[in-house]
């Protein structure tokens, strides 16, 4: 599948506010692929309108995603010397989340699973899944007993898993869904009452520097703040327990730890707009400057 401004294209209005009052800021992004990056002025919510289909996404996350992405990454020995140390884990030992074994822990995006290895690492008796489209990936993921329980999590794979995981991970993937809230909402139903859902994103009050070069991606639909952050979680059966704006391991992303809420969440939304605004502009006014542009080239050659 070839990256290019000919495939099939759909419009979006915001998901969190229904406005379809947005600004344009971007007509290409990494790889100078041509895409739609907007922010919207009711919010603050960044999103790419119009984008891709469900079907031209399916489509380049099973046979294409890996090529532009995960480059020099399937090797399994690899990752589970690497899952000896693992970030998530660390957070979540951190924060006093890991009380139980065995844990059934379901990773949605999963990747090759280096994740998951951290779980397994921590207990041989932990239980793991994945939802991931990477047809290479499959193999990996198999090869230390993860099940793979669907390559789409947007199909009715929830329906087979009532109240069945103690974890659920999302490391850079909300940002990747068509639909973000729909499936938060069917997360909610798969979630032990007592579970945890841990979801990491990047931070685009952070995105001073290789804007146009690297944040802004075809693949990315959604693009989150603190702000826009929690105006999402408000809408859905979630509430957040922690919130960290980066640490040590990045200092460019959200990472959350949520849980399920029985209370009523107040609807209103908090806007970022113009706050939003102009740290993208900024970041794209420096992404322009002659030094940067000759820095990234350099990187690109010494990359091939």
Known sequence: MKISSEIEQESITCIICGSSDSELLAKKGRNDVSLNFRICKGCGLGYLSPRWTKQAYNQYYATEYDKHYRKDVFDLQSILE?????????RFQNSNFLNSEPLSVLEIGSGEGRNLAGFKNVSSENNLYAIEPSVQSHKILEGFGVEVISNDVDDDWHLKYPKKFDVIIMRHVLEHFLNPIEVLNNLGKVLKEDGVLYIAVPNCFKATNNVQSSWIRVVHTFYFNPISFKNLIDKTPFK???LHEGDQHNNNELFAFLELNTETTNSNHNNCFEKQKEVFMQGMSNDA????????AITKIMNK
């Open 82 to 90: 690497q899952a000896k140390k693992n970030v998530v884990v660390e």
């Open 240 to 242: 957040i327990s922690e």
């Open 289 to 296: 400057k002659p030094l940067n542009k000759v820095k990234r």
